[in-house]
Structures are given as C-alpha cells and as structure tokens.
C-alpha cells in the first residue's frame, strides 16, 4: 500500500502521526493538571514556574512575564492571544533568545520580552507587537517594516539603525530609546512618547506625528529628511546642528489638528460624508478639513477641531469607524438622503422658532381670536384695521400694528394709512 510513496511523503506522515499523538497525550496529562483555560493572566508574574501538563490555553497573556517558565512544552497552548504554540516563541518568552531570527508575520500581541534580550538583526516584518514590552532590549539594525506596534512599549530600548518603514507605532512608548540613525519614513507615531529618546539622524519622510505625540527632552543634532534607494539623504539642517528644542518645535503639529492615515485605495467621497456625519452627531467638535496629502501608498487627512477639549483619539477612532462603515458604492446616495436629512432637520428647526415667536408675541384677547378667525373667511375686499399688537407668520416674521378687528361699516372713519380694500 505504502509502496507508491517516496521516502519524503512517509516521513511527512510519520512526523504528522507524531505531532497528533504528543498534541493527544499533552491533552490527555492536562486533564489532570493546573487549568488557566480562559483565564485573563495578564501582568501576572510567572517567573520560574513549571507549567508542564497544564491547560495554557489562556483568555489574554498581555504582558505576563514567562522568565524562566519551563514545561511549556508540555503545556496544553493555542494562539488565540499571541503565537504561544510556536516552539520559537516559546523560547524566546521564557529564556529570551532565539536561534531563529525570521520573526516576520508572529503574533507576539501583548508579548513581555525580558529586558537585555539580544533582538539584533531580527525581522519583524508584519510582525504584531501591539501592546508588547520590548523594554530595554537590543534590536539594533533590526527590521521593523509594516510592524504593528501599537501602545507597544520601548522604553530604554536601543534601536540604532533599526528600520521602521510604515510601521505603526501609535501611542507607542520610547522614552529614553536610542533611535540614532534608525529609519521611520511613513511611520506612524500619534500620540507616542518620545520624552528623553535619541533621536539624532533619524530618517522622517512623511511620518505622521500629531499634537500628542511627545517630544519633551529629545536629543537631536538632525534628521534626514528623506530616503532614496535605501539610504537617508538630504540632511537638515545641512551644515550645523539643532539647537536644544528647535526639533520639537519644528516637528511637533498644532494641538487643534487631527492626522488620520488610510493605506491603499481612498475615497474622498467617504471621507466627506464621515465627517458630515460625525459633525451632525457631535456639533460641539466643530471639525473642519484642512487638507489631503498622499504619501507613497497612504493618504493623510488633516482634520482641524475649533474645540478646546479636543479629543484626538476619540475623533480618530470614530471618523476611522464610520469611513470604514460607509458603502462606497451608495457613497452618493447617502450623501443625497443626508442632504435632505440637514436640510429637513433646518426646516423643522425654523418652524419651531417661528411658532415660539408666534406664541411669544400674541397677546390678543379671546374675543380678539375670534375676530381674526372670522376675517379670515371673509373675501379679500374686506377693509379692516390693525391696532394693539403685533403679529408674525411662518414664512417669515413681520410686526403690524397693534390690531382691534371692527365692523367693515366704520371702515370710512378710520385714518387712509390703515385702511385696506380691493379696488377691483
């Protein structure tokens, strides 16, 4: 049976066979072992701890700390938080090395790297490091393309000549980082902190920052302002170095502007209609569109907030939810119902003032009611005289005389400048 096989396949079968019989007998010994499963262990210290024949299958490992684990080989893991059945991983949680450096598209979300691990010279292309702990590690020349890095923590960091081309490195965390020479072109730092970093001949080309990112403290002598095949040029300033603080101020944006970025396709239209309805829903924000720039493959929104509470992370994560939302192909259609919707909301608003002015300023007496009532079946010859009060309409506002309704007969003794008659 086995004999149009090559030696390759039956060696793939027996090692598929071995990897379900140790899956089953690491299952099977964790029936009788310590159970985490589904439990939210974040920031929990398990320093030292022999996890062998327990059920690891966790909720969320955000930054527990696995220094020195062991058996977690034998540990029952799965990687609905982050990549913990990965053999590297592992090692690279509990002992803090790794013989492989391709790290690129690992789920490390939330991951605790012990502090002085050697990272040099790793790829961490498309990596997820959202809310990791790199802190003091060395991840010198590393490759940080396309990371996802969001709240990710490199504090004391050493990051010299690292490479962070489009990565997203919002509301990150690089206080006291080495980021000399280290490359961010279209990097996204919104909101991070880079209080006391290092930040002397870092490449920028369009990066993003915004009016939270941090710069208090940074020790910069010049930046690059742009990158060309494979290398920073065009240093500023060319022939001297950065006064203290002149980097911050030149690089920091104004605390009433919003950067959102959107990568690849981008819709105008979708954009548009977002901030009516965000506007629409939240008027006190007073958001305007200052301007669109385009970036190599990504588009940059400025959006100004008039606002002195501005919340940046709030309008950017509602005007990033409802263009996500919008159908962009009824993009026009919705734009047209909301048109009607604003201009019927207007409508409705005029009304409303016009029957309080209305209520306001009629002060006629009941039998006064009753006369207009009855002049208002009368043809239009009818003469009749204004006394006493004033009046309004809802197409517009007017104010007349003060009015007493009288009989058509005196029409005669009253003064010409009151009267009014159909002479057809």
């Given at each position: ?209 915004s009016s939270k990112t941090c710069f ?45 970025v959107f990568k690849g396709e981008f ?158």
């Amino acid at each position: 049976m086995a004999a149009g096989l090559s030696v390759a396949q039956l060696e793939g079968k027996a090692a598929q066979n071995f990897r379900f019989l140790r899956l089953w007998t690491i299952a099977l010994a964790a029936c009788g072992g310590t159970s985490f499963y589904d439990l939210d262990v974040s920031n929990v210290d398990f320093s030292g701890a022999n996890l062998a024949n327990s059920d690891f299958r966790v909720r969320s490992l955000h930054r527990s700390i696995l220094k020195g684990v062991t058996g977690l080989e034998l540990a029952r893991v799965d990687s609905r938080y982050l990549d913990l059945g990965n053999t590297k991983v592992q090692k690279l949680l509990t002992q803090g090395i790794s013989c492989d450096r391709n790290f690129s598209s690992i789920n490390l979300r939330g991951a605790y790297i012990p502090p002085k691990t050697d990272l040099r010279d790793f790829d961490f292309t498309c990596a997820n490091l959202t809310g990791a702990n790199l802190s003091k590690t060395d991840l010198r020349d590393s490759c940080l393309t396309q990371v996802q890095a969001t709240a990710a923590a490199f504090n004391s960091a050493d990051l010299r000549n690292s490479v962070l081309v489009d990565a997203n490195c919002t509301e990150a965390d690089f206080r006291g980082a080495d980021l000399r020479g280290s490359i961010l072109v279209r990097a996204q730092v919104a909101r991070a902190d880079f209080t006391g970093a290092d930040m002397t001949g870092v490449c920028i080309e369009d990066w993003s920052v915004s009016s939270k990112t941090c710069f208090t403290n940074v020790r910069c002598d010049y930046i690059f302002r742009k990158y060309q095949d494979g290398e920073p040029i065009d240093r500023y300033p060319a022939d001297r170095y950065f006064e203290p603080g002149e980097f911050a101020a030149l690089y920091a944006e104004p605390e009433d502007v919003v950067e959102l970025v959107f990568k690849g396709e981008f819709n105008i239209a979708a954009l548009s209609l977002a901030l009516y309805k965000l506007q629409t829903d939240a008027p006190e924000l007073n958001l305007e569109l200052r301007g669109i720039e385009q970036r190599e493959d990504l588009w940059v929104a400025k959006i100004r907030s008039t606002n002195d509470s501005l919340n940046e992370r709030l309008i950017e994560e509602r005007l990033a939810l409802i263009y996500k939302n919008t159908d962009n192909g009824n993009v026009r259609q919705e734009t047209i119902q909301y048109s009607i919707y604003r201009e019927y909301e207007e409508t409705k608003r005029r009304l409303a003032e016009s029957e309080q002015l209305i209520s306001q300023l009629a002060t006629a007496t009941g039998s006064q009611a009753i006369a207009l009532k009855e002049l208002s079946h009368r043809s239009a010859g009818n003469t009749f005289n204004i006394t006493d009060s004033n009046v309004g309409n809802i197409v517009g506002t007017g104010t007349a005389q003060q009015f007493h309704a009288a009989d058509q007969d005196s029409a005669s003794d009253r003064p010409s400048s009151y009267q009014h008659e159909n002479k057809s």
